[in-house]
């Protein structure tokens, strides 16, 4: 079964850059069919997409992020990582690494949807 | 960015009700819709994609409906594990929006 594991710090500076690694294992990266991607959500709050990632390094951000924002992927170590820079209070979350399966329908294009979740890595942003 | 709004964002129900919850799109998005249930402290779990699909190793006491822009997701008849926080998700654009969430209690 599938295996989504984050890793990084628990605790940033403000203005400093937010780094995560999402850790995939009992599965490839490099497949053609899934993308890759990070979804946050502050203490008692709903959920946000951050943004995603195709195994070639195609990416897709989320527009209020994207200015502060870098997803990579290491297709030889099945990871792939965030990078949040200039980060606030308002950046503190669980930030949760997540894959995207597909559905493919007739006559409409592919359906995206979370189907695998890691557990979560919170950060808090505090001097 | 297409918005989705849930309602109610809380509902208090009883062991057996049938509950239903909605999620409304800004904008027509098909059947680009995705549900989720969250319990506290854990990550979402995926219940429903595509509007009325089931997702494998879900139970049959979930369903959903709905197209263009108005959705639900039923609870046929609650069971005690099913009190948690209910989100829908659209994917008819790549920029991902999810519903403010609805949280269903035990009444």
């Known amino acids: 079964q599938l295996h989504l594991q984050e890793s990084g710090p628990g605790l940033v500076k403000p203005s400093e850059t937010l780094s995560l690694t999402c850790s995939v294992s009992?599965?490839?990266?490099?497949?053609?069919?899934?993308?890759w991607g990070w979804v946050r959500q502050p203490p008692g709050k709903g959920l946000e997409w951050i943004g995603s990632?195709?195994?070639?390094?195609?990416?897709l951000y989320n527009p209020s992020l994207k200015s502060r924002l870098i997803i990579s992927v290491d297709t030889s170590k099945d990871q792939f990582s965030l990078r949040l820079s200039s980060v606030t209070a308002a950046d503190t979350a669980v930030y949760y690494c997540?894959?995207?399966?597909?559905?493919?329908?007739?006559?409409?294009?592919?359906?995206?949807?979370?189907?695998?979740w890691g557990r979560g890595s919170l950060v808090i942003v505090s001097s | 960015d297409i918005q989705m709004t849930q309602s109610p964002s809380s509902l208090s129900a009883s062991v057996g009700d049938r509950v239903t919850i909605t999620c409304r799109a800004s904008?027509?998005?098909?059947?680009?819709l995705n549900w989720y249930q969250q319990k506290p402290g854990k990550a979402p779990k995926l219940l429903i994609y595509?509007?009325?699909s089931l997702q494998s190793g879900v139970t049959s006491r979930f369903s959903g409906s709905g197209s263009g822009t108005d959705f639900t997701l039923t609870i046929s008849s609650l069971q005690p594990e099913d009190f948690a926080t209910y989100y829908c998700?659209?994917?008819?654009?790549?920029?991902?929006?999810f519903g403010q969430g609805t949280k269903l209690e035990i009444k």
């Open positions: 595509a509007a009325s």
């Open positions: 009992n599965g490839s990266i490099s497949s053609r069919t899934y993308y």
């Open positions: 904008q027509t998005i098909n059947i680009y």
């Open positions: 997540a894959r995207l399966g597909m559905f493919l329908p007739p006559g409409i294009e592919g359906i995206r949807y979370f189907d695998a």
């Open positions: 990632i195709f195994y070639t390094g195609r990416t």
């Open positions: 998700q659209q994917s008819y654009s790549t920029r991902y929006t």
